[in-house]
């Protein structure tokens, strides 16, 4: 699958030659805050963890991965948007809810890219029949990440406990949206 650019962000699969990015993305606390406490993601997580999970998941067809973000003006490289069915990683995962998530540098922060690369990620998707609603779930004080989810459309459907072999356990919000 290819995704067209949107009115100014370029977007494109990332794979293992983009270890150093997603590093750099990974550096900054604030960034953090919400995934993790604010902890810093070494160089060799990225490597061992990051992308073969990453990999897990990852299909191109079906649009499936972490879609890099670039600014077209400057060619900035400036966050990813996350593709997979919701509960991948479980015992059941749910193949026709396509989770969307979004991590992006805190120098694009408040400028509408999260917004606009989520939304256009969407709809791109939104084409296959297969993909019958589209969720995503965040910390419930990650008030800009509910405000983009709200921006795409998404309804509030529940708070509870999400189980991630990576990151633990975290009380998170989930928002969804009916593909229409």
């Given amino acids: 699958m290819h995704i067209e650019n949107s009115a100014r962000l370029a977007y494109q699969l990332i794979d293992v030659s983009d270890s150093v990015f997603l590093f750099q993305l990974d550096q900054d606390p604030e960034v953090m805050r919400y995934i993790n ?6 160089q060799e997580d ?3 963890l990051f992308i073969p999970r990453i990999n897990a998941y990852k299909n191109i067809a079906k649009g499936w991965g972490l879609w890099k973000v670039k600014v077209i003006e400057t060619q900035q490289d400036i966050g990813w948007i996350l593709v997979r069915p919701m509960n991948f990683f479980s015992d059941q995962p749910v193949w026709h809810d396509i989770e969307l998530g979004w991590r992006f540098m805190q120098s694009a922060w ?3 890219y999260a917004s606009e690369a989520a939304i256009h990620i ?19 004080d990650n008030l800009a990440s509910i405000a983009v989810m709200k921006k795409m459309g998404m309804q509030y459907i ?7 072999s990576q990151l633990g356990d ?11």
């Fill in 158 to 164: 529940k708070s509870y406990t999400h189980s991630d």
């Fill in 46 to 48: 990225i490597n061992t």
């Fill in 110 to 112: 408040g400028k509408g």
């Fill in 122 to 140: 969407q709809q791109a998707l939104a084409k296959q029949p297969e993909n019958e609603c589209f969720s995503a779930i965040a910390v419930k």
């Fill in 37 to 42: 406490g604010g902890k810093m993601t070494p």
């Fill in 170 to 180: 975290l009380a998170v919000v989930l928002y969804s949206m009916q593909n229409t």
